[in-house]
């Protein structure tokens, strides 16, 4: 039992060992055959040269991205940089964006822990103390009133208790913000409306908007190489008209229909944005939108232009610049091409940055959430379907930005009701539900260990959810049980959960998007859309 | 009893001036990005499942009112019942229902002995002698007082149990949460006492606010009443520099963040606010933001350095 209960905020400040050690017989337990830790790939432990090249101080697992300090001055240096950036985070020149309600939470939690245990992180874990909704967010309050609000320090001292800023600090801080998917459902359980989340999200982008500090996964390979060649897939123009191509020639001979996807069409009505990792890594998915939106009679589009054919906005998770930045070419295209509206792809987090977020960054264009507008292509009487095509058992995850955030809940439930004969509910679910794990872009993290920390904790009680939802289904592999997902980060997380546990081959569960289901009940189409025989 | 009735007139002014300061200073930051959390109880037909008008097509083509209604029916639920705190953390609840609750019988009380000192002061006192509606209104008071003292001494007594013995809690309470709860229990355990002391309370407290109200000197009073009002003006100036504030403030969490979904409409009062707000400087240090605290925010956004 390596489970910390004695762990304190101040404890961030001391010490250059790992406050935790994380072990899996402290996890959450998962039901048969899923407890069986040695039939398991285990719990990667870094090596020792990727301990000795990073700070490796808080749990035994890595975000990355730190630098090490050289020396005393260097680190004296980051903590000049942090202390800045904690002011900078608390005026309105530098931090309008979400500056009112960072103050609100900063300034009003009554410490009852209300939000402890709806935490997925927390849970999965087995209750680790660190991963307490409130713990990382006590720190920030505590720096807040030392550095942010200023005021008399024996009556912060008082009422806020004190903390000291090191090196340590700052660095198990900086992992600490990367250890919460930015669920939000901690809010969602507080009196006061208290948002450790948003807590979370103003960490992390102190340290990338003062110090520089980002992971890989995010910045260089996130935003960056969305803003420079095009997609944060690494794809350029060239290299996502040519799979969108071998996409379409596939799927037009699988469904017996002429499939083309027109590119930069000006005066199209709408413009398809896709999460671009569905080309890449579920290609039926784009596929499959353009067999609906073709049989409906929509007139719409992609764009080739850089960062126009990739939704995702990882900015959102971590900085206000780089998110803005892609909103504002996303923005900027569709009026170029002079559409009348974005239609965003299955992607929960591009639908809160483009519909919700985006609003006050430029409301010139609107943007419509795919399951909505699939709700009325589906009941709009143009495409005929045989919802028997679809007569196997079927669960529904809600991704978190697109129920929590936006209250986008019914659409896709009125879809699958309706096209799916064996639909159930995960328990709890619409905007109660369980992150998958792999929320904030932890989906696509894969470097050092970090993988295994979503997979085996974050992911830990989504994975659990799943089974519970199919509990009363046949067990058997050979009965297949559909997970359906509309959003790409939730399902590179499920992927990734499947694999580890071996979902697939045990127990017979799949995973994939709503479009998916859509067009296996078409009637229109030859065979079946979903063969689930080569998703193994 | 000049200082004790000079200490209350302070204390009016020190709640008002600090709670109205802190109130102006939040409701006038700027306007952030959208950051709400559903369900949204003013989502017509929709708040029962957490749905918004982002479910329907084309909702930018219709008009969709507000169910205000439902919002302040689900604040009010939130603020007598603390339905979150029933709903996430039962075993707090049974304390803290009862610790708040007795604080806003204790306020309503202010305010009936408010109209009681009126009374007093046009000839028609309330006390155990009154007849008709004004002895139901002498006993009103006295009910309250023991109802919101006994449940208020139960919840102070059981927060602190659970501050101390509950690990969780514990560890993220500094000194003030302590005395925070010893603060207001003394308020509930000094009505208490003065109840059981048999000594007069109604009387004596609408008296008191007679004095208040009519500026004159009070009359000596017993005291255990001496020591709940100076424990209670104590913590009326107190409360607004704490936490506690959230008692009012968390309107503002609610209605100006939770529930916050205001569309940014061409030529609104919103879309100008946003408009000056995108022309603020720039001073986030890290290279790939590119500002000099001199660029405004419409500028970093489209300038894009090269190296990022």
Known sequence: ?536 | MLIVQILCYVAILVFLTASVSRIIKVAKMPVHLRWELYPVPHEKGRAHYGGSKLEENEWWKKEHKKDHLNEWKEMGTEIVFLKAVWEFNRSLWIGTFPFHFGLYMMITNMVLLFISGILQLSGNPVSNGSTGVLLYFYYLILDIAWVSSIIGVFGSVRLLFARIVDNGLRKFSSVSHYFNILFIGAIYLTVLLWLISGKEFVGTMSDFYASLISFSIPDIIPVIAVWHIIIAVLFIMYLPFTHMSHMYMKYFLYHYVRWEDGENIPGSTLSEKLGKQLAYPVSWSAAHIGADGKKNWGEVVTNIPEKM
């Open chain 1, 1 to 536: 039992m390596t489970v910390r209960k004695d762990i304190k905020v101040k404890d961030m400040s001391k010490g250059v060992e790992p406050l935790v050690e994380l072990d899996p017989q402290d996890f959450m337990p998962l039901p048969d055959p899923y407890d069986k830790l040695e039939e398991q790939p285990g719990f990667k432990k870094l090596k020792e040269s990727e301990k000795k090249d990073n700070v490796v101080n808080l749990d035994g697992v890595l975000i990355g991205g730190l630098p090490v300090p050289k020396s005393k001055e260097e680190e004296e240096k980051y903590v000049e940089a942090f202390i800045r950036g904690i002011k900078k985070l608390f005026t309105k020149e530098d931090n309008w964006t979400f500056l009112q309600p960072l103050v609100l939470s900063m300034e009003h939690c009554a410490q009852c822990q209300s939000c402890s245990d709806e935490c997925p992180v927390y849970e999965g874990s087995g209750y680790q103390e660190i991963y307490r909704p409130t713990f990382r967010a006590e720190v920030l309050r505590k720096l807040y009133f030392k550095y942010g609000k200023p005021g008399n320090s024996l009556i912060r001292k008082f009422q806020h208790g004190d903390i000291e800023v090191n090196w340590a600090l700052i660095s198990r801080l900086y992992e600490l913000s990367y250890r919460c998917t930015l669920c939000r459902r901690c809010a969602q359980a507080c009196p006061i409306s208290v948002d450790n989340g948003l807590i979370s999200r103003e960490l992390r982008k102190l340290f990338s908007q003062e110090l520089g500090f980002y992971t890989r996964s995010l910045h260089e390979k996130g935003t960056v190489q969305h803003l420079q060649v095009g997609s944060s897939t690494g794809m350029n123009d060239l290299a996502v008209k040519d799979n969108i191509d071998f996409i379409d020639e596939d799927i037009s001979e699988r469904t017996g229909l002429n499939i083309k996807t027109p590119w930069d069409k000006s005066g199209a009505d709408v413009l398809l944005i896709h999460n671009a990792g569905e080309i890449i890594a579920w290609p039926d998915n784009p596929g499959a939108f353009a067999v609906i939106l073709e049989a409906a009679g929509i007139s719409w589009t992609m764009s080739s232009e850089i960062t126009g054919y990739d939704g995702v906005n990882y900015g959102l998770f971590y900085d206000d610049v780089q998110y803005a930045r892609i909103y504002a070419k996303h923005i900027e295209i569709a009026k170029k091409l002079g559409v009348k509206w974005i239609l965003m792809g299955e992607c929960g987090h591009e639908s809160k940055a483009m519909a919700a977020i985006g609003d006050r960054i430029n409301s010139s264009i609107p943007r419509v959430p795919a399951v909505t507008f699939l709700k009325d292509i589906v009941f709009g009487g143009k495409i005929k379907f045989d919802p028997m095509k679809n007569n196997f058992p079927v669960t529904l995850h809600d991704p978190c930005n697109l129920v929590r955030s936006m209250g986008v809940v019914e659409p896709q439930r009125e879809i699958l009701r309706y096209l799916a004969p064996k639909f159930r509910e995960m328990e709890p679910h619409g905007v109660r539900n369980y992150c998958c794990g792999g929320g904030s872009g932890f989906a696509i993290m894969q470097q050092y260990n970090f993988a295994d920390w979503r997979i085996q904790i974050s992911g830990r009680r989504k994975f659990k959810q799943i089974l519970d939802a199919f509990a009363n289904e046949d067990p058997s592999p050979d009965v297949p049980k559909y997970v359906c997902a509309p959003c790409s980060n939730c399902k590179g997380q499920i992927r990734d959960l499947f694999a580890f546990y071996g979902a697939t081959q045990k127990s017979g569960i799949y995973y994939d998007g709503l479009v998916e289901l859509i067009v296996n009940a078409m009637v229109d189409i030859k065979g079946p859309f979903i063969d689930f025989d080569n998703k193994m």
